[in-house]
């Protein structure tokens, strides 16, 4: 199951700069485990904000709550989830 999710990231400004160095480190560590497994298919920056759109593709709905729910930054993200079905228009889809 394919999803786009929008994640804007909003951190305290007077969180300890330890912390946040640290924080920062284990989600760029996380996100690049899940690329590399494949669940997290895309990465892209928004331009302008602390935003990101990441496409992920999942076994299910759940699987995606685990990933996003145990994102280091989560207690500091809101999201935007959409559910994402085949474009009638996608040349890909055509094919075969
Ligand atoms: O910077 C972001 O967009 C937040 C975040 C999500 C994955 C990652 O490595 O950083």
Redesign the pocket.
């Known amino acids: 199951m394919l999803f786009a999710v929008k ?1 804007d ?1 909003a951190i305290p400004h007077d969180m300890d700069p330890d912390r946040k160095t640290e924080t920062l480190a284990k ?2 560590a996380y ?1 690049q485990d899940l690329q590399r497994g494949g669940e997290w298919v895309s ?1 892209w ?1 928004c331009a302008g904000q ?3 759109i990441s496409i992920f593709d999942v076994k299910d709905n759940e699987r995606l709550h685990e990933i996003l729910w145990n ?1 280091p ?1 989560f207690p500091f993200m809101t999201m935007d989830i959409t559910p994402l079905a085949t474009h009638p228009s996608d040349i890909r889809a055509d094919q075969g």
């Open positions: 994640m990231v989600e760029k996100s990465i920056r602390y935003s990101n994102l930054l």
